[in-house]
């Protein structure tokens, strides 16, 4: 049973830094490219970033050179750094596994960029 469980999400005043994590479990993390994806408030879902097994990255437009993914496929874990966040960055942040919206997704961490 795929699990994935995201973690770090709060509140944030514009031009901060936040680092999400995901926990994923029930499948061979390693051979997966993984993603986040965001669903901000009365709007569907977006894509925001992918890895593949091999570390390969890519990035929407709206957060290309702001956010960063990484994994650490030893430790089955996903990351997303966001660096110089903006108010319209604000959204329920999901891990995915599979390439952009993926085919499964976690129960989402919630990301508020705020004065």
């Known amino acids: 049973q795929v699990q994935l469980v995201e973690s770090g999400g709060t509140l944030v005043q514009p031009g901060g830094s936040l680092r999400l994590s995901c926990a994923a479990s029930?499948?061979?993390?390693?051979?997966?490219?993984m993603s986040w994806v965001r669903q901000a408030p009365g709007k569907g879902l977006e894509w925001v970033a992918s890895?593949?097994?091999?570390?390969?990255?890519r990035y929407a437009d709206s957060v290309r050179g702001r956010f960063t993914i990484s994994r650490n496929s030893v430790k089955n874990m996903l990351y997303l750094q966001m660096d110089n966040l903006k108010p319209e960055d604000t959204a329920v942040y999901y891990c995915?596994?599979?390439?952009?919206?993926?085919?499964?997704r976690g129960q989402g961490t919630q990301v508020t960029v705020s004065q």
């Open positions: 995915a596994k599979g390439q952009n919206t993926g085919d499964e």
């Open positions: 890895i593949s097994p091999g570390g390969t990255t």
């Open positions: 029930g499948f061979n993390f390693p051979i997966f490219a």
